[in-house]
């Protein structure tokens, strides 16, 4: 159980174009999902935390209007990079939290490679 | 910084040692949770410790946690080749507001055969 998808695994796309990504929680619902983004052989950053039905809240010095988040259900959230440049290529890695549990173990997707050429 | 630290950034073993690697925090905390990572990959939970408890195991993993310091620890034993990954510690603030993740910088471990 607590599994979460992301799709795509990699997307190539090229400069000026918009790129979105799809986060799903399969066998349990998600009140929050999270956004992270991490470069080679660095950690992992906080970018936005998104709560069903509401809007999404972001990290100081992220851009929400470069990064637009949707989280529309209780297992789908989708990260939109807007006119996307070659520094927004990154690894994106979503997680959920499921809303039964008291503390707050988040479950990971697999991450989302995007280079922006 | 959002990031923890942690150390050491790198560690090289043989198969059967013992990897121990630590982490440190600023704030107080409601938990503290340990990750890891294959390369490129994503994120597989190994751990959580809470900041009532000590001491936490797991198969060959042991965990440990001051909170008077800041810091946590966590061992592997008998390390094999497939351990070779990075391990994040993570934190959940107390003032977290909606339960958000603070990630340290992670270990990366090698362990050869």
């Known amino acids: 159980g607590a599994v979460v998808s992301q799709h795509p695994s990699w997307v190539i796309c090229k400069s000026g174009t918009s790129v979105k990504i799809e986060c799903r929680s399969l066998d349990f619902q998600a009140t929050t999902m999270f956004w992270y983004r991490q470069f080679p052989k660095q950690s992992l950053m906080l970018m936005a935390t998104?709560?069903?039905?509401?809007?999404?809240?972001?990290e100081q010095g992220v851009e929400k209007d470069k990064f637009l988040i949707n989280h529309a259900s209780l297992t789908l959230s989708t990260l939109t990079v807007t006119s996307a440049h070659p520094e927004d290529s990154s690894f994106y890695i979503c997680?959920?939290?499921?809303?039964?549990?008291?503390?707050?173990?988040?479950?990971f997707g697999p991450g989302t490679r995007l280079t922006v050429l | 910084s959002q990031q923890g630290e942690e150390d050491p950034q790198a560690l090289s073993i043989q198969e059967g040692e013992n990897a121990t690697m630590n982490c440190s925090y600023k704030t107080s905390i409601n938990n503290l949770q340990w990750y890891r990572q294959n390369s490129g990959r994503g994120l597989v939970h190994l751990i959580l410790i809470r900041s009532n408890e000590r001491e936490k195991h797991s198969g060959r993993l042991r965990v440990t946690l001051d909170t008077s310091k800041k810091s946590s620890s966590l061992l592997i034993t008998a390390s094999r080749a497939a351990d070779t990954a990075s391990y994040f510690c993570a934190t959940a603030p107390l003032s977290g507001g909606y339960n958000k993740l603070i990630f340290g910088a992670g270990t990366r471990l090698a362990v050869h055969p």
């Open positions: 998104s709560n069903e039905g509401s809007k999404a809240t972001y």
């Open positions: 997680s959920a939290r499921e809303r039964h549990l008291s503390f707050n173990e988040q479950f």
